[in-house]
């Protein structure tokens, strides 16, 4: 892009400011700065005048997950179709590790991060451990696949590389990474992050699938026979992923999607809440669960949107492919963004600073014609990491581990 267009895109945003510094860097430094210009989406900013997500939302019901009691009924017979499926190759799982961990407060990738005590522990080793468990009850690899982002992709691949893949077939895992997407202050205003480039950082994670097409790894999938994704989050130490019972009951209540599902410890717990919209699987987030929806009660008599997600989610590929054009909602998230301040220093800021413009995977449920709540025993499958100290933190997440006899 030469220089004039990259001014007269800005402008169309009003992003001049953008290239403040144009005329101070050195020739790399100016054809840098112009490509980045060139493939920034500044469309996203616009979410910033829209609707909040909740406003544009439709009208909420109840949707029932499948209880504890009903799963332990039929424990036997789901594992049995889940453990076939796997067999089968048909069973792929995606690990969503594009975020940038911020409240963790660690530069490196979330995991990496050590939670060990006595001997090393790093989250990915957790999860790897997890996943081995079912591999070797089936006797077959799953195919790992490990979303990354611009700001972390080399550190995780030479991380997995130096831990030899904790054990796993390197030929079953396969990396891609994510879009991203401009950070800006409360008007909108794109930061620097040095004087000749943006601040960006990775767009949300629920551009993956489109992250895998763009990639070939869909392709790749497909062509291994892969049907069923099941996609989840780093942060979570004791998730069981590719769990045989949670993809038979899926498979056999025929649902193109499936979510696991804790039963809330308070109604405005931070986690997503499971529900219908207009008729339609979807989840609302819990910043936009009003009191009326917290107080509601199903005709049990129960909390009505008492089950919160956990971002282990099991999606059938050929409804991904029908979904995948659609756009997902934006959600402008606060955030501390690292830029420069007025005076051209770079700054890390201790509070949140402006907003990161993400689409989250939980806006796909929506998009899809049925969905299985799958409850899951919080204390032996739910130990987010989010921060280092108090609720989500490693802190608790230790505690849970030991409670289920994992050694750190
Ligand atoms: P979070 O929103 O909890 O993680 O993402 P984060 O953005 O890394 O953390 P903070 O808010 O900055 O502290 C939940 C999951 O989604 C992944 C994360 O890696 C985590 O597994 N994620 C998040 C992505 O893969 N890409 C993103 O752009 C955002």
Redesign the pocket.
């Known amino acids: 892009m030469r220089e004039v267009e990259a001014r007269n895109k800005l402008a169309k945003y009003s992003q001049q400011h953008l290239m403040q510094y144009y005329d101070s860097l050195d020739e790399n430094g100016q054809a840098e700065l112009l490509t980045q210009i060139e493939n920034t989406d500044f469309e996203v900013l616009n979410s910033l005048n829209q609707q909040s997500v909740m406003e544009s939302k439709g009208t909420i019901t109840p949707l029932a997950a499948m209880e504890i009691d009903e799963i332990e009924a039929n424990k036997n017979q789901f594992e049995e179709i889940g453990l076939q499926a796997i067999k089968a190759g048909t069973v792929g799982a995606v690990l969503?590790?594009?975020?940038?961990?911020?409240?963790?407060g660690s530069d490196a990738p979330?995991g990496v991060y050590d939670i060990g005590l006595t001997r090393p522990v790093f989250i990915f080793q957790r999860l790897i451990e997890n996943l081995l468990e079912v591999v070797n009850r089936a006797g077959a690899w799953i195919p790992l696949y490990i979303?990354t982002?611009d700001k972390n992709h080399k550190a995780t691949v030479s991380f997995f590389e130096q831990k030899e893949y904790f054990g796993y077939q390197k030929e079953s895992v396969t990396f891609f990474m994510?879009d991203m997407a401009p950070a800006s202050d409360y008007n909108g205003k794109v930061f620097l992050e040095e004087k000749g480039k943006i601040s960006t950082s990775?767009?949300?994670?629920g551009g993956w699938y489109s992250s895998m097409h763009k990639w070939g790894v869909a392709r790749k999938a497909a062509e291994q026979g892969v049907k069923w994704l099941n996609v989840f989050?780093?942060?979570n130490v004791l998730q069981r992923i590719a769990d045989p019972c949670f993809i038979g009951a899926v498979l056999s209540r025929q649902c193109v999607s499936g979510a696991k599902v804790v039963r809330k410890n308070a109604p405005d717990e931070k986690v997503g809440s499971i529900c219908l919209e207009d008729g339609k699987p979807s989840i609302v987030e819990y910043y936009d669960l009003t009191p009326e929806l917290m107080d509601a009660k199903d005709e049990k008599g129960e909390a009505a949107y008492n089950f919160g997600v956990i971002?282990n989610y099991l999606f059938h590929t050929e409804s991904l492919d029908e979904i995948i054009k659609k756009q997902l909602p934006l959600h402008v998230v606060e955030?501390k963004i690292a830029c420069l301040d007025e005076a051209g220093n770079q700054i890390s800021p201790e509070k949140p600073n402006g907003y990161k413009y993400?689409q989250l995977v939980l806006d796909m449920i929506h998009e899809l014609d049925s969905c299985l709540p799958f409850e899951v025993v919080r204390n032996r499958e739910f130990a987010p990491i989010?921060n280092r100290t108090g609720i989500d933190s490693v802190e608790s997440a230790r505690e849970l581990c030991k409670e289920n006899g994992i050694i750190l």
């Open positions: 969503l590790a594009g975020g940038m961990g911020t409240r963790l979330k979303m982002s994510q990775p767009n949300g994670n989050a780093v942060d971002l955030k993400e989010k």
